[in-house]
């Protein structure tokens, strides 16, 4: 059996394959479907500081292979998850990965500080790139001073496995992931959704509430292969690797452009066991091509 | 794990009128049960144009033959290509999804208004009232004769009445018009389905009448097994899940309701 084992700064996952954050809330539906011990790992819906409702509906629109969203991080709020939805999740046998969110450095901070106590959460994912809100998110994640503050604040107020979510919508993001790694980042996922709008020409109006909104699913697929190529070859530590991945030939691209694990998003929406597919799918593809080990694979692209 | 995720195969299609189609599909596994409301997940084709899957409510189901049916009303690219079926093509579907109507124990009369495409959640809905010895009067409403659909099996339940806006069948003009909202008002909960215009004016009469009502809500799905949180609706507790929390809320819940 070809091992799938791969591993993430201290952290070792059972296989490459995790969910990306608002695409499988907190797990908790998700566990009417499958066994969520499988997945290498969770990244749980987006979390800030306080409760916030999002942005109003229409929030989606449907787009050639792939969605507009601009939820805009409705969450309940960082103490209600550690009360009300961790202890529900804490029993599962998997990475739990919080993505967290804030306005200002303060908000991340404070977001990130309450999660280092809980065991099961074994690391964060600071998320600099969320378009979909007015103030900070991806304002933090198009600039490199501000990507360096951020990350650095939050570097120095947790002590396990940081993450840093890149946007996609820079001129440069080698740059940027050379920046967070710089400012103590142990790993970079990428990519976040494009930004994007629909409009309805019989209404001349917007399709969602905002105009604007991040495009998701494999419309993007050859923009992320490209950034997460370009990432990989301009810093060390790992990268997840993340846009439009809908199976395991999808998965073995961005494995083969550099990326060390993969997050499975919009994939999500269409087919709930879709994970499954892709791990099961990845050891095929090694047994067929005679490789021991997944991790072999990183960055194996042949140019 | 009561919900499935299957293939299923068309095994009856039926278009009293063109651009709408009753679809019947053969279930390769035991079919959980169905609760009145409740909807499925299709996923049409996986083309970059019907890229998600859409939502329908569950018209009908029989558990030992093991089908599941449903009532579409072709709008766009998914509806028509599911309309397109033909009896042995293949679609995958999830459900059962969604919370299902609430019949209160002391009930003995109720009113159901539906347009459009809300007529789908009513059988189910009926055949649950009829076991409970309530009493039903369905108000069907529709643009003109050709879109009131299903009223002789509505009628095995009980009283149909009918509103049409150019007046072919039925009374004529909207169907909060109907001379029946004129009278003696008896019923003890209004149930509608339908465009959410109609169900925001059906809710203010049930309001005034100091009638409880429920309403179910067809707002765009991503997911529809709330995961992504695309769906939802404002409420006095803030936004929930149409797909999760709805599609049936109490419309004193809603926002939306005056
Ligand atoms: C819980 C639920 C149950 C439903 N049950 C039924 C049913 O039993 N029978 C039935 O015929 N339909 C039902 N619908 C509506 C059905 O899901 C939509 O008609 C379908 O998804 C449209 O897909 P399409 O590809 O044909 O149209 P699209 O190409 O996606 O859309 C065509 C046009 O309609 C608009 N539109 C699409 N979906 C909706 C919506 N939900 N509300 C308002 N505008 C919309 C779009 O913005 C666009 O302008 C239900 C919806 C929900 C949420
Ligand atoms: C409905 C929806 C909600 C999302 N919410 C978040 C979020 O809260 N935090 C975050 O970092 N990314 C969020 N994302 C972005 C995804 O995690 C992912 O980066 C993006 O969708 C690209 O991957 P995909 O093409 O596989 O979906 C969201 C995406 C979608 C579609
Ligand atoms: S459609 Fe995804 S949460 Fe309701």
Request: glycine residues 10%.
């Amino acid at each position: 059996m070809a091992n799938l084992n791969v591993k993430i700064h201290n952290l070792e996952f059972r296989n490459p394959v995790t969910v990306a954050s608002g695409t499988f809330g907190f797990g908790e539906e998700m566990s009417e479907f499958f066994d969520l011990n499988r997945l290498g790992g969770i990244f749980v819906k987006g979390l800030t500081v306080k409760n916030r409702e999002g942005n109003d509906y229409p929030r989606m629109a449907e787009t050639p292979s792939g969605m507009l969203n601009s939820v805009g991080l409705q969450n309940k709020g960082i103490d209600y998850f550690i009360e009300k939805i961790y202890p529900n999740i804490k029993h599962l046998d998997t990475h739990i990965i919080a993505n967290v969110n804030g306005g200002t450095i303060e908000e991340y901070v404070e977001v990130t500080e309450k999660l280092n106590d809980l065991e099961k959460v074994t690391a964060i994912e600071l998320n600099i790139s969320c378009p979909n809100v007015k103030q900070g998110g991806m304002s933090f994640g198009i600039s490199c001073p501000s990507a360096i503050a951020v990350t650095d604040a939050v570097r120095k107020a947790y002590k396990k496995t940081l993450i840093v979510k890149l946007s996609p919508n820079v001129t440069d993001i080698a740059e940027m992931a050379q920046a967070v790694e710089g400012a103590g980042a142990d790993s970079v996922s990428l990519i976040n959704t494009l930004l994007g709008m629909a409009i309805n020409a019989e209404t001349r109006k917007p399709v969602l509430s905002t105009v604007t909104g991040g495009l998701s699913g494999p419309a993007i697929k050859p923009v992320a292969l490209r950034m997460v190529w370009k990432v990989y070859k301009a810093v060390k530590i790992p990268i997840f690797g993340i846009g439009g991945i809908m199976n395991a030939t999808d998965a073995i691209e961005f494995i083969l452009a550099g990326s060390t694990a993969i997050q499975v998003g919009t994939a999500n929406f269409i087919d709930p066991l879709v994970s499954l597919k892709i791990i099961d799918g990845i050891e095929e593809y090694l047994h067929r091509h005679n490789i021991a080990t997944v991790a072999e694979l990183v960055g194996a692209l042949e140019v | 794990m009561t919900k499935v995720i299957a293939d299923h195969i068309v095994i009856n299609k039926f278009s009293p009128v063109e651009g709408h189609y009753f679809i019947k599909l053969q279930s390769p596994v035991e079919i959980p049960t169905i609760n009145p409301g409740n909807f499925a997940e299709i996923l049409v084709d996986s083309t970059p144009e019907v890229f998600l899957r859409r939502p329908f409510s569950i018209l009908d189901v029989h558990y030992k033959k093991k089908w599941i049916s449903f009532y579409v009303k072709a709008i766009g690219q998914g509806s028509k290509r599911l309309g397109d079926l033909n009896k042995g093509d293949k679609v995958n579907l999830i459900y059962p999804l969604g919370n299902s109507y609430g019949i209160p124990v002391n009930a003995k009369k109720v009113l159901i208004v539906m347009g459009g495409s809300g007529i789908a959640p009513f059988i189910l809905l009926a055949k649950e009232l009829m076991k409970k010895n309530v009493k039903v009067v369905f108000l069907l409403g529709g643009r003109s004769s050709k879109e009131i659909l299903l009223t002789s099996e509505f009628s095995k339940y009980g009283e149909v009445l009918m509103m049409t806006e150019d007046g072919s069948l039925g009374e004529k003009g909207l169907v909060t018009e109907h001379s029946l909202f004129k009278g003696t008002f008896d019923f003890d909960l209004v149930y509608t389905c339908g465009p959410e215009p109609m169900m925001k004016a059906v809710a203010e009469i049930a309001v005034k009448r100091g009638t409880a009502c429920q309403a179910s809500l067809e707002n765009m799905m991503a997911c529809g097994f709330g995961i992504c949180l695309c769906c939802v609706t404002p409420t006095h507790e803030g936004n929930k899940r149409v797909c999760y929390e709805g599609p049936v809320f109490d419309v004193n819940y809603l926002k939306w309701q005056t």
